[in-house]
Each structure stands twice: as structure tokens, then as C-alpha cells.
């Protein structure tokens, strides 16, 4: 039988490195031992899902790929709006706004013509389609499935977006995609334990039962990887998670607090507009408001909920771009303080109209706290020798990586190939 190149991706959603362990995921701490394991592995900024997901497709940081947050601001009918990326419609308002999806091409464009790309995800709509965003091949989510060339499939994902769901999706990802279709790259996204975390506090025993359940999905893969590729040999193995998560400490209205000391003249103006990402804000201004940047920029950075704020060329240090109206950016306040449960990791966080959930004492993530900057990353076979790796690694790497295993060309990513 001829070997044929394959890589499998696995993310479970905001798992921070530091919660993988033998008592709380002993599948995934196994398979570390076996794995090359990236220990300085970051995130990307803003460190929220659809962001990641860009990035992890695209192998380019959001300024390349466009995709800013899971909330942004487009230009419509000459007003800057901002909205919600998880939402089902988004894509099609981002290509009426920039004529484009993403700026960079997904793994799945790369891999159209070597071996397909079949995705199965349970998170947002936003970030399932983001993986590929302009159908080269298959994306499977609760709210439509699409197949090559936009086509509606019949044969869709009729579940529920937490761990009955992630169980359901995860046996039919093992049996259908990994063991029938086979394609060159198969991604499975858990919902869990990203979709509990929001609403309850890290290191609970809610929380860490969902770990334990993503620990039991990655097994079945696992399993299944071991039973096609014994030698580990031919299947790139890589599980990971796209950003951690701080526990909220408080929230803030930037929106409330900007009208009010007058940087914003009414809740409807479109001169100066916020799009909250959990722990991290992005400002984004009209033309004839750019001139209030470095003074908004200076302001904020007075505040006690700051963090880090950059604005002007500075925005291109933390990735994002340059050239469009986006002005500053806000990483919130955060430190190492521990949770009741002894997980440490804390930020103050922004109120969206898009989300109701992360309230104080639950886990939330989007800025640059050490905690939601740190996923795990583990690879396993494809000639990886086992053994930490202490190298800069980033969602970015896990692209090229993939092509470098599968022998096609990952020309134009800013990531670089993990060894
Ligand atoms: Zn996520």
C-alpha cells in the first residue's frame, strides 16, 4: 500500500497549558509524553475564537488575514458598524464591506487540489466557517454544512454546541472522516471546555468535568490515529487549544465610560466605535476622528481597568494592522491573583451587547493576560521527535506545519514550520 500523508487537528477550545494534568486530563497528559510539546506556545491578539481560527487556517496574524476580534467593524454605507463575527451572516457582510473573506488563503484553498480539508466544528458559526470561509472544502457546524464550491450538504451536524454535542461529532469525526473519507487535513473543534467556562469559574468542578470530557474526545481520536497509522508515520497528530482564559475580575462599559467623559458624543455615533473581545477592546475611528487618537490613547492608558494600550504604527507590534480605521487597541488590566479554585489568572473585561455571559468570577479570555496567552500545543508522528520544545511557537505555526508534513507549498504565511 502506497503511505499517504495526512495531518488531524483537534482543538480543545480554551484549555490553558497549565490545566492539562494527569488528574484533570490524563489522555492528553499521555499523549504529551509521546509529543513534541510546544511549552512557549502563544496565542494570538485579540486571543478570542474566530480570531484564532483565522489565524490557525491562515498561518498569518489577524493584520494579515483581516479577521480583528469576535466582534469588528465594518464599513457600511459609509458608517463605521460594528457586529458580531459569530453570527451566520457575517461573512457575507465582510465580503459587501471589503469584497474579500479572509486576506490570506485557508488551508483548505492550499489543499483543494491535495487531498481535500473536511472540517466538523461546535463553536461559533464564525469560527467553524472562518477555517474556510470560501468552501474549497467541507465545513460541518449546527448551522449549515457546506461542501466545494458553497454547496449545501444534506448530510449536516444536527447537534447542540456542548459535551453531548462535542461526544456526538467526535464519534462521527473518528468513523466517517478519519477512518472512510480520509483527507489530507481533518480539523475537529470541541465546544468544551471553552462553552462551560464562560458561565462558571475555572478549576470548579463543572469546569473541570468538561476537561475531562475533551480529555475523552482526544482520546477516541487518538485511538483511532494509532489503529490507521501504527507507526506514526504517515498522520501528523496535532491537539491543542487556540488561548486559555483569565477568570473575570470586573467588567467595564467602555461604551458608558467613553459618553461620558465626552470622547464619544452618543450611544448611535458612528465617529468613535468599541468592539469588545472579552478582555480586550478594539477602537476603531472615522476619518475626521483620528485626531483624538493619541489623546483617547493617552486617557485609557490612565485608567485602572489599562493593560497595555497601542495605537499608530505600534498597532503592528501585537499583529494588527495599520492602514484601515482601527486606532487603538486595549489589552484590560490583569494579574496572577488566584481564583477560589487556586487557578490564578485574572483581568478586568468588557461588557459586549453581543454576550451575556463571562460575568466576574467566570473564565473569559481575548487580551494578553499570561493565562490566555498560553494554549497548549502538542504534535505527535510525522518524523517529531517526542520532547519539550522551549521555541517562540504560535497558533501561526500550526499551518505551515501542516503543509510541510503534507509536501505542499505554505508560500506567504508568517508562521513558521515546528520541528
Ligand atoms: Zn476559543
Known amino acids: 500500500m502506497t503511505a499517504r500523508r495526512r495531518a488531524v487537528v483537534v482543538v480543545c477550545d480554551s484549555l490553558a497549558a497549565d490545566l492539562v494534568r494527569p488528574d484533570t486530563a490524563p489522555s492528553l497528559s499521555a499523549m504529551r509524553a509521546q509529543s513534541a510539546d510546544f511549552v512557549a506556545a502563544r496565542s494570538v491578539f485579540p486571543s478570542t475564537t474566530r480570531t484564532s481560527s483565522a489565524s490557525m487556517a491562515t498561518g498569518c496574524l489577524p493584520g494579515a488575514h483581516g479577521l480583528l476580534g469576535n466582534t469588528m467593524v465594518l464599513k457600511e454605507d459609509g458608517r463605521l458598524v460594528r457586529m458580531s463575527v459569530g453570527k451566520p451572516d457575517f461573512l457575507d457582510r465582510l465580503r459587501r464591506a471589503t469584497g474579500q473573506t479572509l486576506r490570506r488563503p485557508t488551508w483548505a484553498e492550499r489543499l483543494a487540489d491535495h487531498g481535500g480539508a473536511i472540517v466538523m466544528s461546535n463553536v461559533s458559526p ?18 449549515g454544512s457546506r461542501g466545494p464550491g458553497g454547496e449545501l450538504l444534506d448530510d449536516g451536524l444536527p447537534i447542540e454546541v456542548g459535551a453531548a454535542g462535542d461526544a456526538a461529532m467526535t464519534e462521527r469525526f473518528c468513523r466517517e472522516v478519519l477512518r472512510e473519507r480520509a483527507p489530507a487535513l481533518a480539523v475537529l473543534w470541541l465546544s468544551e471546555p471553552d462553552h462551560t467556562a464562560h458561565h462558571t469559574a475555572l478549576g470548579s468542578p463543572e469546569h473541570l468535568a468538561m476537561i475531562a470530557h475533551a480529555d475523552a474526545c482526544v482520546q477516541q481520536v487518538r485511538s483511532t490515529v494509532d489503529a490507521l497509522d501504527p507507526d506514526g508515520e504517515e498522520i501528523l497528530l496535532v491537539v491543542c487549544s487556540d488561548h486559555g482564559m483569565e477568570t473575570v475580575g470586573r467588567q467595564i462599559d467602555l461604551d458608558e465610560l467613553l459618553l461620558a467623559t465626552g470622547w464619544k458624543n452618543s450611544p448611535q455615533s458612528s465617529d468613535v466605535v468599541v468592539a469588545p473581545n472579552g478582555n480586550a477592546a478594539l477602537l476603531y475611528f472615522a476619518d475626521s476622528k483620528r485626531v483624538d487618537i493619541p489623546p483617547l490613547a493617552q486617557w485609557l492608558q490612565d485608567q485602572d481597568f489599562a493593560g497595555r494600550v497601542v495605537w499608530g504604527d505600534a498597532l503592528a ?13 486595549l489589552a484590560l488590566r490583569h494579574d496572577t491573583a488566584a481564583n477560589p479554585h487556586g487557578v490564578r489568572g485574572r483581568s478586568v473585561s468588557v461588557l459586549s451587547p453581543f454576550s451575556n455571559s463571562s460575568l466576574p468570577g467566570c473564565g473569559q479570555h481575548g487580551g494578553l493576560g499570561a493565562h490566555e496567552q498560553q494554549p497548549f500545543l502538542y504534535l505527535r508522528g510525522g518524523g517529531l ?5 522551549g521555541q517562540p511557537a504560535s497558533l501561526i505555526d500550526i499551518a505551515p506545519t501542516v503543509l510541510h508534513h503534507l509536501g505542499v507549498a505554505a508560500d506567504g504565511m508568517q508562521g513558521r514550520v515546528l520541528r
Open 126 to 143: 464564525g469560527a467553524a466557517y472562518l477555517q474556510d470561509p470560501d468552501s474549497f472544502g467541507h465545513v460541518y457546524h449546527r448551522s
Open 317 to 329: 507590534e501585537l499583529g494588527l494592522p495599520t492602514d484601515g480605521p482601527l486606532g487603538i487597541a
Open 385 to 389: 521527535r517526542p520532547g519539550e520544545r
